[in-house]
């Protein structure tokens, strides 16, 4: 249940910031399907990985935490 709302919260602050998928793999440096199964809640994101998100999306971790 939490990967899934990780997951929604990383999809729309992407599209808010405008990256596709595809770009913001490569920004982060990881394949696409890592990528996508984060954002359909298959995989619970590393908090290294929620760190490098953050710094790409620029914005806080208030912001992106899921709300509970």
Do not use: C, H
Not at 12 to 40: D, M, N, P
């Amino acid at each position: 249940m939490e990967a899934d709302k990780w997951g929604r919260r990383i999809r729309a602050f992407r599209k808010l910031k405008g990256y596709t998928q595809e770009g913001f793999a490569k920004r982060l440096g990881i394949s696409v399907s890592i990528l996508g199964e984060i954002e359909r809640g298959n995989r619970l994101p590393s908090e290294e990985f929620i760190l490098q998100v953050i710094k790409e999306l620029n914005v806080s971790i208030e912001e992106l935490k899921p709300k509970e």
